[in-house]
């Protein structure tokens, strides 16, 4: 059957591909290998092939994180980065902590504005928080 015969070809031709020499899908073996280059992957431009000196290679993702996403791998990779980058990572340390700050501050913020905002349609709100503040000293 010709269609079944396309088929097993398809299988035969994707466990090839999946065992190519040099193909590289774990990024700790990537570890200190050098780029030879990276080729845009076609027909998927958020995509590139990334071929390295020794003739291996691996398939990546457009480099377009999310700002979460590089402020974490500061954080991961500070250990290998700082060294190289210490006047930047103190200033942002000091940025972080501003964020942190003000995060805080805004919180703070919109609790207050919510308990201004209750105490007329709930009465209790009042005298619950006396109790609380009670509680903590």
């Known amino acids: 059957m010709p269609t079944e015969d396309k088929w097993k070809a398809n299988m035969e031709k994707v466990a090839f591909i999946k065992q190519f020499p040099g193909l590289t899908l774990d990024w700790k073996a990537c570890e200190r290998k050098t780029i030879q280059s990276v080729v845009p992957l076609t027909g998927k431009p958020s995509a590139s092939v990334v071929v390295f000196t020794d003739g291996s290679f691996t398939v990546a993702p457009l480099l377009a994180p999310e700002p979460w996403e590089l402020g974490q791998a500061l954080l991961d990779a500070r250990q290998h980065l ?20 003000a995060l805080r501050s805004a919180r703070l913020e919109k609790i207050i504005g919510a308990i201004q905002n209750n105490l007329e349609q709930i009465p209790e709100l009042k005298d619950r928080l006396k109790e609380l503040v009670k509680e903590w000293k």
């Open 82 to 101: 700082e060294p190289r980058h210490r006047e930047a990572y103190a200033d942002y340390d000091k940025l972080a902590k501003r964020d942190r700050e």
